[in-house]
């Protein structure tokens, strides 16, 4: 089956050779353009443009299509988070032993 | 002149630019059209269509996705309605009379591991001469991803089939290619 994919990815590259002049053809279309054509743009096609002007339907699209990557992705940042906690408060632990330590002989000096 | 800077002068108005992007994409467009609907004639019509959609409303792309996607995605749905249209005016076995048109297959990118072996490029027309001839329940969701790059959900939602049938589908439809491959040999 590897085959077969490394095959398809090929494929990708692959175009067809159409027998007429595709290009003229469309040119011309466009240059001749009537109020049929316009008809084209119809809601379906509106709403299709408006959702490709969206950042927010294309990011909602992103994660619809690959939810395993997200939500590593968000597992990944939780992880991330809570061990910037952990080691912040190591830090102030540590910090504050420092302080009492600090604290410790001064504490002597004044009994002296 | 790059993709982006004929789009930015295509909104302005300047149709040479727009012409230049029909040249860079028509055949792109042709081909997707062509391995959905099996036809010529219909390919065309669906180049054409989905160009003057392009340039009826080129002012309004924001560019957020590249070009080559929103023309694709566009060409996709035009397809698909096509296909839609089909089965509920024309016999099915009508359309698979065409399937024994012939075609020229092309590669627009020069690879060198590919150029070296004429056995790969072969086969690759080979295998698309296969997905050609599949039945359209196979072929669809096989085009759109592994050609075209769709997810499974996608597919799912454009071809109204469940995730589940459309990755046997497509296993399948990579079985029936890799055993048809091996008689050919």
Wanted: hydrophobic fraction near 40%; proline fraction near 2%.
């Amino acid at each position: 089956m590897n085959n077969i994919n490394k095959y398809l990815k090929i494929a990708k590259d692959a175009v067809i050779q159409p027998y007429d002049d595709i290009d003229k053809k469309i040119i011309n279309r466009i240059s001749n353009i009537n109020k049929r054509d316009e008809k084209l743009l119809d809601n379906e096609f509106l709403d299709y443009l408006k959702k490709n002007n969206s950042r927010i339907y294309l990011l909602i699209e992103k994660i619809k299509n690959n939810p395993a990557f997200f939500a590593a992705l968000a597992i990944a940042g939780v992880f991330i988070i809570v061990f910037m906690a952990f080691i912040f408060k190591i830090f102030l632990d540590e910090e504050k032993i420092g302080g009492d330590n600090h604290q410790l002989p001064s504490s002597k000096d004044d009994t002296q | 002149m790059d993709e982006r800077a004929l789009i930015a002068k295509s909104k302005r108005g300047d149709k040479a630019a727009f012409e230049e992007l029909v040249r860079q994409f028509s055949k792109y467009v042709y081909t997707t059209a062509f391995f959905i609907l099996r036809d010529t004639h219909e390919a065309e019509d669906v180049s054409q269509e989905v160009f003057v959609k392009v340039y009826l409303s080129v002012k309004g792309f924001r560019g957020l996705s590249s070009f080559k996607t929103w023309i694709r995605k566009l060409t996709v749905n035009t397809c698909i309605d096509k296909l839609r249209l089909r089965s509920k005016t024309k016999d099915k076995k009508v359309s698979l009379e065409k399937i024994t048109e012939e075609y020229e297959v092309v590669f627009t990118r020069f690879d060198q591991s590919l150029e070296k072996s004429f056995f790969n490029k072969e086969t690759v027309k080979e295998v698309l001469k296969i997905v050609v001839s599949l039945d359209e329940s196979y072929r669809i969701p096989l085009i759109l991803r592994d050609l075209q790059d769709y997810s499974y959900r996608e597919i799912s939602e454009l071809t109204g089939k469940p995730i589940g049938t459309v990755k046997t589908n497509i296993h399948r439809a990579r079985k029936i290619i890799k055993d048809k491959l091996k008689t050919y040999r």
